[in-house]
């Protein structure tokens, strides 16, 4: 997705950021500016199909999806990954509950686990009953918590292998010389 932005913007938001200024806006239907994250329905496609369809900054994409059990695409389909239950985020002035964050991995139709990972975002059931002013109509008042509901960020990005085997941490030069010398004890040197 080619945006209309200035020389050197780069989009790295944080949970809070994700959550409040872009989803909150979103499912609220308010003006979100900028409005770099587009709208895409997730499960017609495999994660490597989204380059050019989501807002892609360095191996990460973003976009918004309308939430759905329903997480089947073409070649496989996203389950919950094990052992990652749901995260919850926090607005950082005062620790109240914003929303929630999933996690899911990509496995090919052949029931094979692949490298790709999605973060889902979604608002917290307490976060949609605290926005609706007391003043608006229950008609609006259910339109918008429909709306809240509805609406999930998705960012999406391929783990390395590295990642994967030592749990995301690079060894230094040092770190491998020092393990290294940790085999000394095993070899016999000459006296």
Known sequence: M???LPPGFRFCPSD?????????RKAALLPCHPDVIPDLDLYPYDPWELDGKALSEG???YFYSRRTQNRITNNGCWKPMV???EEPILASENNKLVGIKKYFIFYAAEGIKTNWIMEEY???EHCTS???PSTKSSKTRARSKQDYSKWVICRVYERSYEEEEDGG???SCLDEVFLSLEDLDEISLPN
């Open 2 to 4: 080619a945006a209309n």
């Open 59 to 61: 191996k990460q994409c």
């Open 169 to 171: 941490k690079e060894l």
């Open 130 to 132: 605290d926005s609706s």
């Open 16 to 24: 809070e950021e994700l959550v409040v200024h872009f989803l909150h």
């Open 122 to 124: 979604l608002l917290s």
């Open 83 to 85: 052992g990652h239950v």
